[in-house]
Nanobody, 123 residues
Framework: QVQLVESGGGLVQAGGSLRLSCAAS????????MGWYRQAPGKQRELVAS???????NYADFVKGRFTISRDNVQKTMYLQMNNLKSEDTAVYFC?????????????????WGQGTQVTVSS
């Protein structure tokens, strides 16, 4: 089992910055790809950025050049540095982690989600 604890959300003016954190814990054998997703009211949940265990990153077009995803494999923490925020970035941001965990009969692979943190950008 993996628990994901998020922090860093809040209210910010357009053009401002926020830094989201996602700390993972549990009986983790390895963490694979991790990512940040967001969901605005009435919209589908969408991928914001992802990062592999080796540090390869992928960004959605709407955040490219503004957001930076990173991870600390020792601390088992993922970050999303959000700069030049726009009002359309307003959404609930979710942490996702694909991980292998210790099970009673072996190693299991699962997909885990954080509780979500609200990011509100005022115009």
């Amino acid at each position: 089992q993996v628990q994901l604890v998020e922090s860093g959300g809040g209210l910010v003016q357009a053009g401002g910055s926020l830094r989201l954190s996602c700390a993972a814990s549990g009986r983790i054998f390895s963490m694979n790809v991790m990512g940040w997703y967001r969901q605005a009211p009435g919209k589908q949940r969408e991928l914001v950025a992802s990062i592999t265990s080796g540090g390869f990153t992928n960004y959605a077009d709407f955040v490219k050049g503004r957001f930076t995803i990173s991870r600390d494999n020792v601390q088992k923490t993922m970050y999303l540095q959000m700069n030049n925020l726009k009002s359309e970035d307003t959404a609930v941001y979710f942490c996702n982690c694909n991980a292998q965990t210790y099970g009673t009969a072996g190693i299991y692979t699962g997909d885990y989600w954080g509780q979500g943190t609200q990011v509100t950008v005022s115009s």
